[in-house]
């Protein structure tokens, strides 16, 4: 109980130097490693925040969970009494890590590494990689979306007009992402598209 008091306290004191300072100056008072440069978009570094170190240049998108404990070794106990896991979670430099994502105790996440949005990250993941999944797969190299995504994506240089807004709407991307396979029976139970 007294944890969790302890928990919910840190939470909101996180909150409020994150309003006035800034979340990476909040975050390393509560004992995060934060590196230069780095954007954390998420307060939910379990109750043990001193047990996750973030690199360089990270970005960590709204709703990533760091998870430095296992909560299910509570239900072992034997004449030694309860046992607990805790595992230190790092984070190299140049990472991203995306909206929901989810790292779980004892990873390791290298350099140039991207994380896709809602993953759950229960193994280290060497430098050089994009992964994504329930659980995280390896899905290509960092490289290989580096080179594709140099050639593709607009740059600042594309960029034009006078605001945020002008600016983003300038470079805009109006293709639609592939329609998913759905197999040809599937299709023929669903019947024809309602206009």
């Not at 973030?54 to 034997?78: E, K, M, N, Q, Y």
């Not at 580096?146 to 050639?151: F, K, M, N």
């Not at 600042?156 to 007009?161: F, L, N, Q, S, Y």
Request: with cysteine; charged share 25%.
């Amino acid at each position: 109980m007294f944890s969790s008091i302890r928990y919910s306290l840190s939470v909101t004191k996180l909150k409020f130097m994150a309003t006035i300072k800034g979340s990476s100056f909040a975050l390393r008072r509560l004992g995060v490693k934060v590196g230069e440069g780095s954007r954390i978009y998420t307060r939910s570094f379990s109750g043990e925040p001193w047990l996750v170190s973030i690199g360089d240049r990270v970005t960590v998108a709204p709703g990533v969970d760091f998870i430095t404990h296992d909560a299910s070794s509570w239900l072992l106990r034997d004449e030694k009494g309860r046992r607990y896991r805790y595992a230190r979670i790092t984070v190299g430099n140049d990472v991203f890590i995306g909206a929901n994502a989810m790292i779980l105790p004892g990873v390791r996440i290298g350099n140039r590494v991207i994380v896709a949005a809602g993953s759950v990250v229960n193994r280290s993941i060497p430098d050089n990689c994009v992964v994504g999944g329930v659980p995280a797969r390896f899905l290509r190299t960092f490289d290989e979306f580096e080179r594709r995504g140099l050639a593709t994506f607009r740059s600042e240089a594309d960029k034009r007009g006078k605001n945020f807004r002008e600016q983003v709407d300038s470079i805009v991307d109006e293709m639609m992402a592939p329609e998913i396979s759905v197999p040809a029976k599937a299709r023929a139970v669903n019947g024809p598209e309602v206009p």
